[in-house]
């Protein structure tokens, strides 16, 4: 970014494979479509530490004991009374479905480039959270200069980040966490790559 700064603003990391995953898996628990899953945002490294948020996330025309009008929506984590599920078995599941579903990845991330591109171009879908990988300026208290997916919206051909959502702070024991191999230096990655690969060589791999 340092070498481009009057382009920085068009360079991004495409996150919505990792929520459209995220999405699935809190579908499949709720028995219902991942279309009908919305605002669920993605914190963090899209290829490396990342945090799944469903504090803001909601889900469309569920069927409940609360009935609304079309566009009606409830929360998801009212929804979902099993805390455990959301904090242990949702992280493993989607551990295990990007591990698993390697085959397939040419095919989601192409899908999720053409429809970043379609809302960069025509706008995403009014009032809705969408996870971006941006250059941090800072906010919600992330290190500038690195590139770190949090909530955005598209609109009159940029996007802009969503500041004043409410709710959605990070503790700095998350943001550490997020950021740790973000803001490694390069002698630190070689290091860590070499010593992964003499691991591998002697027959034990550690991921």
């Known amino acids: 970014m340092q070498y481009a700064p009057n382009i920085a603003h068009n360079i ?25 899953i919305k605002d ?13 948020d469903l504090r803001k996330a909601k889900v469309y025309d569920y069927d409940s004991a609360i009935k609304g009008p079309p566009g009606y929506c409830h929360s998801v984590l009212n929804l979902i009374f099993d805390s455990e599920w959301v904090t242990k078995e949702f992280v493993m599941r989607l551990r295990n479905l990007s591990s698993t579903g ?26 809705e959270i969408v996870s971006l990988g941006i250059m941090s300026e800072g906010q919600f208290g992330i290190p500038e200069g690195i590139v770190f997916s949090m909530p955005v919206k598209f609109e009159n051909g940029t996007w802009v ?18 950021t740790d191999d973000l803001i490694q230096t390069p002698r630190e990655k070689l290091e860590t790559n070499n010593s992964s690969n003499q691991t591998k060589y002697k027959g034990i791999e550690i991921v």
């Open 12 to 36: 991004i990391a495409v996150a919505l494979g990792v929520e459209g995953q995220a999405k699935a898996t809190v579908a499949r628990k709720m028995k219902t479509t991942s279309a009908s």
């Open 40 to 52: 669920v945002i993605i914190w963090g490294n899209i290829s490396g530490n990342n945090y799944v």
């Open 102 to 127: 390697k085959e397939f990845g040419g095919i989601l991330a192409a899908h999720s480039i053409a429809t970043t591109l379609k809302y960069w171009y025509h706008g995403s879908p009014p009032g």
């Open 161 to 178: 980040v969503l500041t004043d959502l409410e709710g959605v702070s990070l503790s700095k024991q998350i943001i550490n966490w997020l």
